[in-house]
């Protein structure tokens, strides 16, 4: 069966360090991998999009890798703040879906002073 | 970057009546709208695909007659609840890709609760 998972429920880190979120799935051929924030009661906000032949995406203090051999993206912030406190999703669109997205489980991440 | 406005952002009603919810895209015309679902802790469900013009799409155990999308124009797809039931109480969110870009832009979302 198809399945997206990130690595857990939740992940609670101090400031300033780096978190590291992970996504693997199962059974996808993804064209594309999205990661997305979502505060509580709101809806997700777009992050950042790999596509399958590229390797890592950075923008700011995020970065993305993207392995699809090992079906596994990973999500990193650097130098994190306690705004980045969030939910964080990621995405899957597969080929020929027109912009169809599944949504892995999510990961909160709480960030401490 | 793209809005996307969801309107009303909660709403309570009895079990048995109708909901609609509505979703607008405002700075981009959008021929496809996706709708979801959100249950507590949970992550995003799709429920259906809203194209412009045409049927929804549904997906694989979403009832079409319980869930009714009309893509009005080009800004505007609605989502109806009918006959709802205190299991339909959820987070409903909207979201719509904005011309041939990849990224999703999504709606705030609206609390339904039925009572």
């Known amino acids: 069966s198809q399945k997206i998972e990130q690595n857990s429920e939740a992940l609670n880190i101090q400031e300033g360090k780096t978190a590291t979120l992970t996504c693997n799935y199962t059974?996808?051929?993804?064209?594309?991998l999205q990661w997305y924030r979502q505060d509580p009661g709101r809806g997700p906000v777009f992050l950042l999009l790999?596509?399958?032949?590229?390797k890592e995406k950075r923008k700011e203090r995020l970065k993305v890798t993207f392995d699809t051999t090992l079906k596994q993206s990973l999500f990193h912030i650097t130098a994190s703040q306690p705004a980045d406190s969030a939910t964080y999703l990621c995405?899957?669109?597969?080929?020929?879906?027109?912009?169809?997205?599944?949504f892995g489980t999510g990961t909160r991440l709480q960030v401490t002073l | 970057g793209a809005v996307v406005s969801q309107h009303p952002s909660r709403v309570i009603c009895k079990s048995g009546t109708s909901v609609k919810i509505e979703c607008r895209s405002l700075?981009?015309?959008?021929?496809?709208m996706f709708w979801y679902r959100q249950f507590p802790k949970q992550s995003l469900m799709l429920m259906a695909t809203?194209?412009?013009?045409?049927?929804?799409?549904?997906e694989q155990g979403v009832e079409k007659d319980k869930f009714l999308i009309n893509h009005a124009s080009l800004t505007l797809s609605t989502l109806t609840v009918t006959s709802a039931h205190p299991e339909d109480s959820s987070f409903y969110i909207c979201?719509?890709?904005?011309?041939?870009?990849?990224?999703?832009?999504f709606g705030p979302g609206t609390r339904l609760t039925v009572t």
């Open positions: 979201s719509a890709p904005r011309d041939s870009a990849y990224e999703q832009y």
């Open positions: 059974n996808y051929s993804p064209a594309y």
């Open positions: 790999i596509r399958e032949n590229e």
């Open positions: 995405a899957l669109e597969e080929a020929g879906t027109a912009s169809k997205l599944t």
């Open positions: 700075d981009f015309q959008a021929t496809t």
């Open positions: 809203s194209n412009e013009g045409s049927k929804a799409t549904y």
